[in-house]
């Protein structure tokens, strides 16, 4: 599904009469007056039907799984943050806050290194030896090696996922080659920025071949990071395996900063990182919402 300016282009279960398979839609007033939102991804009941001209009327929604609000999608599995190796280079500060702000979603994060052809393999396999300390399973992805397409067919087939990271490091190029028949507009990186100019302008959800559903978001070059120092330790999987292993400070509200009665192992490579963005948020917390 998509929304298209006042409209909703609503793909169905099943093909209609005359093997309909999308309609173009309004949304009944009663949705609005009940403060229901029509987002991407959303499971929708339709009534008002005319077959022949392509059109109906979304009436109800269905209770959500899960819901995101940038970009505004409802009903996903998986979160993708694709960067690249190269062009631009990969900068482990700004992949830390897209995987970060990945995890609030509360759905699976996939870490995928793009353009792995234009460095050296062990290069590629260092930074993903790198992430798996960090607590995940990434995937290099290069136009050299097709088969590397095909492993991540396989984790998203019979999901909805969706594609962020920062522009230009081929999130267009990659939805191409998932989904051959879209031919999405891609742009070349800034030489002196080393940033790529966002190319996708607005949400949808598109059929993978080996199914499952993908959609693109609207590039931008940093992640908004809703920082909250209680939540913020449980979005590195690196405090959260810990915690899930049993380990338990002396205060509940432990701020893992080597305070007294803290029992968290501290040698984990973006520790560093996690104090920095730690002392950021209590400051934050501090001064208290802005005036």
């Given at each position: ?191 002196k920025l080393q940033r790529g100019r966002h190319t996708t302008r607005h949400v949808e959800l598109h059929d993978l071949p080996g199914g499952g559903l993908l959609a693109d978001s609207p590039g931008f070059n ?70």
């Amino acid at each position: 599904m998509a929304l298209e300016a006042n409209y909703l282009r609503v793909r169905l279960l099943e093909p209609g009469p005359t093997g309909e398979r999308q309609l173009l839609c309004t949304r009944r007033a009663r949705l609005a007056h009940g403060g229901q939102q029509v987002m991407v991804g959303d499971w929708v009941g339709l009534e008002g039907c005319d077959w022949r001209d392509g059109r109906a009327a979304v009436a109800s929604l269905e209770p959500r799984s899960t819901q995101l609000l940038r970009p505004a999608l409802a009903n996903v599995d998986q979160v993708l943050v694709v960067v690249a190796l190269a062009q631009p280079s990969l900068d482990e500060e700004l992949l830390s806050r897209f995987l970060l702000s990945a995890e609030t979603t509360g759905v699976e994060v996939i870490p995928v290194l793009s353009k792995a052809d234009l460095i050296g393999p062990a290069e590629a396999s260092h930074w993903q030896q790198r992430l798996r300390g960090w607590g995940y399973q990434a995937l290099c992805i290069s136009r050299e090696a097709p088969s590397s397409l095909e492993v991540l067919q396989q984790r998203l087939a019979g999901g909805v996922a969706v594609l962020c990271g920062p522009s230009g490091v081929g999130k267009s190029s990659l939805l191409n080659a998932l989904v051959p028949s879209l031919d999405l507009r891609t742009a070349a990186v800034s030489g002196k920025l080393q940033r790529g100019r966002h190319t996708t302008r607005h949400v949808e959800l598109h059929d993978l071949p080996g199914g499952g559903l993908l959609a693109d978001s609207p590039g931008f070059n940093r992640p908004e990071f809703p920082i909250d120092a209680q939540q913020l330790p449980l979005l590195f999987p690196e405090i959260r395996r810990q915690l899930e292993a049993g380990v338990r400070c002396r205060f509940r509200d432990c701020r893992h900063l080597q305070e007294p009665g803290c029992s968290l192992d501290r040698s984990w490579e973006r520790y560093g990182i996690y104090c920095a963005l730690m002392e950021q948020a209590s400051e934050l917390s501090r001064r208290g919402p802005a005036g």
